[in-house]
């Protein structure tokens, strides 16, 4: 049995909590699995006999917790959480097979939810009859959630106005305080964390031998930044465990599971500076603070990628008339396009104040345009009308094959010293600089023909060579 509080993409960070009770088991306190290279890169708890977790994260953004309900003398839920860390399937694949093959899961019941950070995806698996199949496979949207050994709550719906409240209680009232404080109140009054271990401890205030309690969290910056804490009675005396890491570097261009939205992804972060869907929408973004990894401005054009809004709705709803707007802007600065190929409309959107909350944006004509995160759209300086003119110049050489000219254009605009500009800003086409600080690690290129054929060339820097590879694709 057990309970857990989790947060999905809120505006400070990605943030999942956990806190259970699970009868007759114990637990090795959480820790590095080094016993082997399989999992040397998972944390979490076990269990002592199964070798299971009900909670655990690993270095590449894998994260999985259990709220299990099968009764104590028929253990096997949680070997399905070590099998999706040790795992390659995405959250969605692995809920799949779960449904399909049902002697994975055949005598278990529970409320388990799979997430891969990279991918910004998160599954909610039910099965609530030992011997039946898995009766739910939901997707999870960005909001916040509360599991019990009942099923999963949404703490935005009306009906669970009480755990809203309660939630927003805890985290306002200890805003500025650690995890382990907000974890706490988050417990209730009746349930002690007490974990059993192998010395005296044998009973608690309400806890009794046999009982394991502790309270689990995972908080997952936007910067890749991860804090697991764990807190667990032994021998009557409190036990804290904290462990700090980042979530490894993501890979170069990549398609998101379901094959619909291919774009860039910077290191340590889960949006995106450049994507396009195959629904024919494309935004890019330049960010002044990309350089230090500290922005969740990438997670703007994930958001129009993903949704349904025209560049025109989506802009609007970015502004400072939008209430939405106000509460995803706080602390941002970027510039932003956004485009849908079907039907030629494109917008460019500039939030040039983090402490303010005005939001500018306009529509785009058609031409060659430059976008700068310092300067803005269209500034006449000599920079970008050397960048426009050179870029004129490539796209108007017919002789070139196409693939071939994606490249010339990616090689030219990062590799020419004469371009570097001293600001550190960011343009469409470079960051410039003259310090590692803001070299350059990856251009991309995208070419739509007007019959919808699609070309994406990405050149990036990887093990101190360049890289390259490029997606052809059709939009529907």
Request: glycine share 6%.
């Amino acid at each position: 049995m057990g309970s857990t509080w989790f947060a999905w993409q809120s505006i400070e960070s990605q943030l999942l909590i956990t806190q259970e009770a699970r009868d007759n088991r114990v637990l090795m306190p959480a820790a590095w699995w080094v016993e082997n290279d399989e999992t040397k890169d998972i944390i979490g708890d076990r269990d002592e006999k199964t070798g299971g977790t009900w909670f655990g994260c690993s270095k590449q953004g894998r994260v999985a917790f259990l709220v299990d309900v099968t009764p104590s003398s028929h253990p096997g839920a949680e070997l399905l959480t070590v099998k999706f860390l040790k795992g390659k399937m995405t959250p969605k694949e692995f809920a799949k097979e779960l449904d399909i093959d049902k002697n994975l899961s055949l005598g278990l019941t529970f409320y388990f939810v799979v997430a891969d950070i990279h991918s910004q995806s998160i599954v909610y698996i039910s099965k609530k009859s030992q011997n039946k199949e898995v009766d739910e496979i939901r997707d999870i949207a960005r909001g916040f959630y509360y599991i019990d050994s009942t099923g999963i709550y949404d703490l935005s719906s009306p009906l669970n106005k009480l755990l809203e409240d309660k939630y927003n209680e805890v985290f306002t009232k200890y805003k500025n305080r650690g995890l382990s404080m907000k974890a706490g109140e988050l417990m209730s009054d009746d349930q002690v964390m007490v974990r059993e271990g192998k010395g005296e401890c044998g009973t608690s205030k309400t806890g009794q031998k046999g009982f394991n309690e502790a309270s689990t969290m995972l908080e997952v910056k936007h910067t890749g930044k991860a804090n697991f804490y764990e807190i667990y009675f032994e021998n009557n005396k409190r036990i804290d465990r904290q462990f700090n890491f980042d979530i490894e570097a993501t890979k170069p261009a990549v398609w998101d599971e379901d094959k619909k939205i291919l774009r860039g992804q910077p290191d340590n972060n889960f949006g995106t500076w450049f994507g396009i869907s195959t629904k024919g929408k494309v935004a890019f973004l330049v960010d002044p603070s990309v350089s230090n990894n500290l922005s969740p401005s990438d997670l703007r054009p994930v958001d129009f990628l993903r949704g349904e809004m025209s560049p025109w709705d989506y802009a609007k709803q970015l502004s400072e008339d939008s209430a939405f707007g106000e509460t995803i802007n706080k602390g941002l600065v970027y510039d932003i396009i956004v485009a849908d190929i079907n039907t030629n409309s494109m917008f460019y959107i500039a939030k040039k104040n983090a402490k303010e909350m005005h939001v500018n944006y306009e529509e785009v004509d058609f031409g060659v345009h430059t976008l700068s995160s310092v300067l803005g759209l269209d500034i006449k300086f000599p920079k970008e009308l050397s960048m426009k003119d050179l870029f004129n110049e490539m796209i108007g050489n017919n002789r070139i094959e196409q693939v071939q000219q994606m490249k010339q254009m990616a090689e030219k605009f990062v590799d020419d010293p004469k371009k570097a500009d001293k600001t550190g800003a960011s343009s469409s086409f470079d960051i410039f600089g003259d310090e590692d600080r803001y070299k350059t690690m990856s251009t991309t290129a995208l070419v739509v023909k007007p019959n919808k054929e699609v070309m994406f060339y990405e050149r990036y820097f990887e093990n101190g060579k360049w890289q390259e590879q490029d997606f052809p694709f059709k939009i529907e």
